[in-house]
């Protein structure tokens, strides 16, 4: 489909289903296959974002009231750092032959990427000492999906490499919406206006930062969607698969200053039908409106 990289390898998906966590030879094998099929091109492997709705049976999910607002992603692997441990290393080693990125789920302090960082010190002089390959300057990122993650973008721009707001979950949070819940799947919309400020404020913490700023989520798969982002001065996407004809079609076709202008009125909008509004004003000249009805 004409992808330029991957911009979230879900690593979860090597846990569910298995009776064991996957070793560190089995993850620096698959890492590497992805890695080099997209040669000179980025890989953005998300660490485990287990927890929430992903609890993989190795683990033995704790019982929780609220999964979501519990032990989840980057907490479990700070927590377990003999899985956090044999997850790096084997991101480290297929650095080593190719461009993959390591990027941190959930994050909500900045002791969280500090921490991890130190571990990606550790292991790199682990490898090294022991003679295995492994590739020095991991760029680290951050996923900017709770409102903490966006009022500190700054700071944990400042602490990485690059930021990648994750939509799906930035909406979840920012609107107490479960986002598997359908009693309120009208209530999860991206195109809040609130979804739409912080936005606006995580480009604004990575030009001010100099760091790469991407979106990731279904957000970034929905071509009105995509419209605001590339207004709001997103140059990033990360889309499903199946979404990245349309996506990359749109992106080629609209004028980004009429992106910009559209944005601006979606920033300004105070509810989600005149975010939707002003986008649809924004893109009718280039898009038959019709066609973005799913
Ligand atoms: C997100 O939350 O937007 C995201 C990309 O991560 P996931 O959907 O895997 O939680
Ligand atoms: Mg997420």
């Known amino acids: 489909h004409g992808a330029e990289g991957v911009g979230l390898l879900r690593t979860e998906f090597l846990v569910l289903g298995r ?105 790199e002089r682990d490898l090294t000492r022991n003679g295995t390959a492994a590739g020095g300057d991991l760029p680290v990122g951050v996923m900017i999906e709770t409102p903490a993650a966006v009022v500190l973008a700054e700071v944990l721009a400042a602490e990485s490499d690059f930021l990648s707001v994750g939509s799906n979950d930035l909406t979840q949070y920012t609107l107490v919406v479960d986002r598997g819940n359908a009693r309120l799947a009208n209530r999860f919309n991206a195109l809040h206006p609130a979804v739409v400020r912080m936005l606006q404020s995580v480009a604004e913490a990575g030009r001010r930062t100099g760091k790469p700023t991407s979106v990731c989520g279904e957000m970034a798969s929905e071509p009105l969607a995509a419209f605001l982002l590339l207004g709001l001065g997103y140059r990033v996407l990360s889309s499903a698969p199946t979404s990245l004809p349309l996506v990359r079609w749109l992106v080629r076709r609209v004028d980004v200053s009429a992106a910009r202008e559209a944005a601006a009125a979606a920033v300004a909008a105070t509810t989600d039908r005149d975010v939707r509004k002003a986008l649809e004003r924004g893109i009718a000249p280039y898009v038959d409106l019709r066609l973005l009805d799913g």
């Open 19 to 123: 009776s064991q966590m996957p070793s560190e030879d089995e993850q620096a094998s698959y890492f590497i296959r992805v890695g080099t099929r997209f040669t000179g091109r980025p890989v953005v492997i998300r660490s485990y974002d287990l927890g929430g709705d992903k609890f993989p049976a190795p683990l033995r999910p704790p019982q929780e009231a609220n999964p979501f607002l519990g032990w989840r992603a980057l907490r479990v692997c700070l927590d377990r750092p003999e899985i956090f441990r044999a997850q790096i290393r084997a991101v480290l080693r297929a650095r080593a032959v190719a461009d993959v990125r390591l990027l941190l789920p959930l994050v909500t302090q900045v002791e969280e990427v500090r921490q991890t960082k130190e571990l990606i010190a550790e292991a």
